[in-house]
């Protein structure tokens, strides 16, 4: 009699596990409505996915009736997009060229295609910064052939970004330079320390962490343009030139010219029409409780909410929104 209680025990625990993860559904605080649990694919814990995912979730939770969105720390846009197309987790934070590069079956996901994915609308832009000590000598992309150059860790839309920034002006990263594939605030000690010649980061402008780095090294943000610009926009036009205002840190004196993407939330192709709705709704009609837990929030705009997705498509239930609000036709 024991070892059947004891079964039936396990067997409901177990139950109860499976309905709070991925998609899965369950009780309330009060045990009363039913909720849905989605589980959001962000980022490290010291990027801005992560913080920035954990912000919009709390909204999504709070005002959706039903809903419970719990974030996930990763490794940012590549793992995020495998882990949404694989069902692992129910929505996700990604670069708009990593997620243009799946549905393709280019670069990481060469051969292997993702056309179970759609987007949801664009968060925020994503600044491409590429940071050299000023006495390196190191100005624009083509000065980093044989330097010691972090471009970011495994499975990131940095390190995807990079490769193909790098290979527009003809450098292979892994024969033309030293390649790193540190976090950036590892690569910003490096740098501090004399240990590495250059690094790749997608941050925001100011980024506190190349502040940091001023402290104790003047710094070039290394100039992306000319023939190499034109020829990674022609082969890859998820990317839109940038400028770095002069002065933004200490020691770089002119303007810096580089490229932004942008982190852009993306969801199942069949996830339910009105639960996409609901959350797109309410992702652009609470920026201010947004913005207040993450200073980021105040660039989720609806001017840039559907920039950057093509070819992979909108979610029917964002698309019904963006006309309800007229951003789209």
């Not at 832009?125 to 471009?151: C, F, H, N, W, Y």
């Not at 980024?207 to 290394?222: K, L």
Request: with cysteine.
């Amino acid at each position: 009699m024991r070892k059947s209680l004891l079964l039936l025990f396990t067997l409901v625990l177990a139950v109860s596990l499976v309905t709070v993860g991925c998609g899965g559904t369950g009780k309330d605080d009060r045990g009363g409505t039913e909720v849905k649990n989605l589980l959001m694919a962000t980022g490290g814990t010291g990027g801005t996915y992560y913080p920035l995912g954990g912000a919009i979730a709390d909204v999504w939770s709070q005002k959706i009736e039903g809903v419970k969105v719990t974030v996930q720390s990763t490794g940012a846009s590549v793992e995020n997009i495998r882990l949404l197309s694989s069902g692992e987790t129910d929505l996700a934070m990604a670069m708009n060229g990593v997620a243009q590069a799946a549905w393709k079956g280019e670069g990481d996901f060469k051969g292997s295609p993702v056309n179970n994915i759609a987007g949801a609308g664009v968060i925020y832009p994503e600044i491409m910064q590429v940071i050299a000590p000023k006495d390196s000598g190191i100005k624009t992309i083509a000065d980093l052939k044989g330097k010691r150059v972090s471009i970011g860790p495994v499975g990131s839309g940095t390190a995807s970004s990079a490769v193909k920034i790098l290979q527009a002006y003809g450098i292979d990263p892994d024969k033309d330079i030293k390649k790193f594939q540190d976090t950036f605030a590892d690569a910003a000690r490096k740098i501090k320390d004399g240990n590495l010649d250059a690094a790749f980061a997608v941050l925001a402008v100011p980024a506190a962490n190349i502040v940091d780095i001023t402290t104790a090294v003047p710094v070039n943000i290394v100039d992306i343009e000319g023939e190499g610009l034109k020829k990674l926009l022609e082969s890859e036009p998820a990317f839109s030139p940038f400028e770095i205002p002069a002065g933004t840190y200490e020691g770089e004196d002119e303007v810096g010219h580089t490229v932004a993407q942008w982190a852009s939330l993306y969801v199942p192709a069949d996830m339910d029409e009105d639960l996409v709705y609901n959350l797109t709704k309410n992702m652009y009609e609470n920026i201010e409780t947004i913005a207040s837990a993450h200073a980021r929030g105040n660039q989720i705009s609806l001017d840039n909410a559907v920039k950057g997705f093509a070819p992979v498509p909108l979610h029917p239930g964002a698309e019904k929104y963006f006309k309800e609000v007229g951003v789209l036709k």
